[in-house]
């Protein structure tokens, strides 16, 4: 079992970026697919971004194409997502997670972490 732990959560105002981090321990990590997913008050979890194990495949939500970067190090056992141009709406508390084999946004991701809130004022 996978365990998954998010650090760099904070505020910020619109228009401005913040990076969040993933921490992964025990077993082979560096073979899953691994992703961001978040979760505003009231609303259901969605997709942010995911990336396959080679990092040769990536896939983002419509909402932050262009905006969000996701990054693995598989060295470190790793994952990060660059938040750029941020926009209230961004606002939740956002996931990391790990799962096989790579399908997007339709891996079956089988461990979780916490999460970590970012919060976006106008």
């Known amino acids: 079992q996978v365990q998954l732990v998010e650090s760099g959560g904070g505020s910020v105002q619109a228009g401005g970026s913040l990076r969040v981090s993933c921490a992964a321990s025990g077993g082979t990590v560096h073979i899953y697919t691994m992703g961001w997913f978040r979760q505003a008050p009231g609303k259901e979890r969605e997709f942010v971004a995911a990336?396959?194990?080679?990092?040769?495949?990536?896939e983002y939500a419509d909402s932050v194409k262009g905006r969000f970067f996701i990054s693995r190090n598989n060295a470190e056992n790793t994952v990060a997502l660059q938040m750029t141009s941020l926009k209230p709406e961004d606002t939740a508390t956002y996931y990391c997670?790990?799962?096989?084999?790579?399908?997007?946004?339709?891996?079956?991701?089988?461990?979780w972490g916490r999460g970590t809130q970012v919060t976006v004022s106008p």
């Open positions: 997670a790990v799962g096989r084999p790579w399908s997007g946004r339709n891996t079956n991701f089988s461990s």
């Open positions: 990336q396959s194990w080679t990092g040769g495949s990536t």
